[in-house]
């Protein structure tokens, strides 16, 4: 068997974080990210998509290494919040570099990305166009529309964007009102398994578009949003089918334009340039059974649905787990099925129950449970201190 490129430079991030683990013997629970790794993904997706403008998604992983080391290796931003503004500019964005995704903002929220030279803003609603004309006079806005999410884990559903129809009305008065339409804006779903996700969104940002120019506006860009995947316990489609499928799609729905047109593309991926990046350090707190003739144990671990985990919801991200007995099994190498539960007394505080995990039948208080594959939407998902528990503490390796 021949190891790729891609698994030897995991091999020697899983090397540096266990390096790092078991000398610093830092408290538990805790995520560690391998800050080359961020750097490996971002470059893969660069060269995957070469003539696309990425815009690092803060909510992903906002450590501010992560967010300083993607500002050097010349990442833009897609930030929802004042918070996240003030975190890119102090690690080295540019505030042309950034662009406030959010449709749902404060009119002062607004002005202050405006006042910190914020100019692109992303909208989908007749309120959030003219607060932005009033606030972000003369900035440019892109209008998310719906999508149908099919192919993905987590579908955004109907919360953000509006109709193609209503998009292309409010590009028209982003224009009377002094914005400049920049073009249209939508995001696939995350953790979308197909590659071709994109496609129906790209032919209806083509359509807008087409209409838009063809009145004698100017808009000129289509941002695709998020949703490049990561590797779980199941590995997505690789990269390179992506940037073939959504450039082949843009290509054929923009080329079909009369006339043809080679759009501006943006991207805004944030789980696939940080899950693979970051382990989970956690500690067994207790191994027990429900009755005697329950064949599956409880493994209750010191991280939970509260303390970063929120992806465990409906079981939809199923990480990868590696125990410190794994190397040391009973003879025979026993395991047998677990439910996997966090420390807190919410009853919703199960993380597996319905995915088949099988561990070490000497598994027990003390051992610890590493979780792969966590560094997208953990530590920014952490409660302040839900039963007194405290936030998921981060750690980077260089
Ligand atoms: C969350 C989010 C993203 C990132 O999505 P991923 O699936 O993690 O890539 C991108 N754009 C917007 C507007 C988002 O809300």
Same mark, same amino acid.
């Given at each position: 068997m021949t190891t790729s490129f891609a698994d030897e430079r995991l091999h020697e991030a899983m090397a540096r974080i266990r390096r790092f683990l078991d000398h610093d013997q830092p408290d538990t629970p805790c995520l560690v990210i391998d800050l080359p790794t961020v750097r490996d993904r971002f470059a893969a997706i660069r060269s995957a998509l070469p003539r696309v403008g990425i815009f690092y998604a803060v909510k992903a992983n906002p450590t501010p290494d992560v967010v300083g080391l993607l500002a050097a290796e010349g990442s833009s931003f897609d930030v929802a919040s004042p918070a996240e503004i003030d975190l890119c500019l102090e690690?080295?964005?540019?505030?042309?570099?950034?662009?406030?995704?959010?449709?749902?903002?404060?009119?002062?929220?607004?002005?202050?990305?405006?006042?910190?030279?914020?100019?692109?803003?992303?909208?989908?609603?007749?309120?959030?166009?003219?607060?932005?004309?009033?606030?972000?006079?003369g900035a440019s806005v892109l209008l998310r529309i719906l999508v149908n999410s099919k192919g993905s884990t987590y579908p955004f559903g109907k919360k953000f964007g509006c109709s193609p129809e209503m998009a292309t009305d409010l590009l028209r008065l982003a224009a009377e009102l002094g914005l400049v339409p920049l073009g249209v804006a939508f995001h696939a779903g995350s953790q979308q398994l197909d590659p071709n996700g994109w496609d129906g969104a790209i032919a209806d940002a083509a359509e807008i578009i087409g209409k838009l120019r063809a009145e004698g506006l100017s808009p000129t860009t289509v941002n695709l949003g998020g949703g490049l995947p990561a590797g779980y316990l199941t590995q997505p489609p690789p990269l390179a089918e992506y940037a073939a499928a959504i450039t082949a799609s843009i290509a054929r729905h923009f080329g079909a334009l009369s006339g043809g047109f080679a759009p501006e593309v943006m991207i805004e991926p944030g789980r696939a340039v940080?899950?693979?990046?970051?382990?989970?350090?956690?500690?067994?707190?207790?191994?027990?059974?429900?009755?005697?003739?329950?064949?599956?144990?409880?493994?209750? #671990?010191?991280? @939970?649905?509260?303390?970063? *985990?929120?992806?465990?919801?409906?079981?939809?991200?199923? +990480?990868?787990? /590696?125990?410190?007995?794994?190397?040391?099994?009973?003879?025979?190498?026993?395991?047998?099925?677990?439910?996997?539960?966090?420390?807190?007394?919410?009853?919703?505080?199960?993380?597996?129950?319905?995915?088949?995990?099988?561990?070490?039948?000497? #598994?027990?208080? @003390?051992?610890?449970?590493? *979780?792969?594959?966590?560094?997208?939407?953990?530590?920014? +998902?952490?409660? /302040?201190?839900?039963?007194?528990?405290?936030?998921?503490?981060?750690?980077?390796?260089?």
């Open positions: 690690r080295g964005a540019a505030p042309e570099a950034i662009s406030y995704s959010n449709p749902i903002k404060k009119a002062r929220d607004i002005a202050y990305a405006f006042s910190r030279g914020v100019r692109l803003f992303v909208s989908d609603s007749e309120q959030d166009v003219r607060t932005l004309a009033e606030h972000a006079p940080v899950a693979e990046s970051g382990v989970i350090r956690s500690e067994v707190v207790l191994v027990s059974r429900k009755s005697y003739s329950d064949e599956r144990r409880w493994v209750f #671990l010191d991280i @939970g649905r509260y303390g970063g *985990l929120a992806e465990t919801e409906g079981e939809a991200i199923a +990480y990868p787990l /590696v125990t410190s007995r794994d190397g040391v099994l009973l003879p025979g190498g026993q395991v047998g099925p677990v439910v996997l539960a966090g420390p807190t007394c919410d009853a919703d505080d199960v993380l597996y129950q319905n995915t088949c995990y099988e561990l070490p039948l000497d #598994l027990r208080a @003390g051992d610890h449970v590493d *979780l792969l594959g966590a560094g997208a939407y953990t530590a920014s +998902y952490s409660s /302040v201190a839900f039963n007194g528990f405290p936030p998921l503490a981060t750690h980077c390796v260089r």
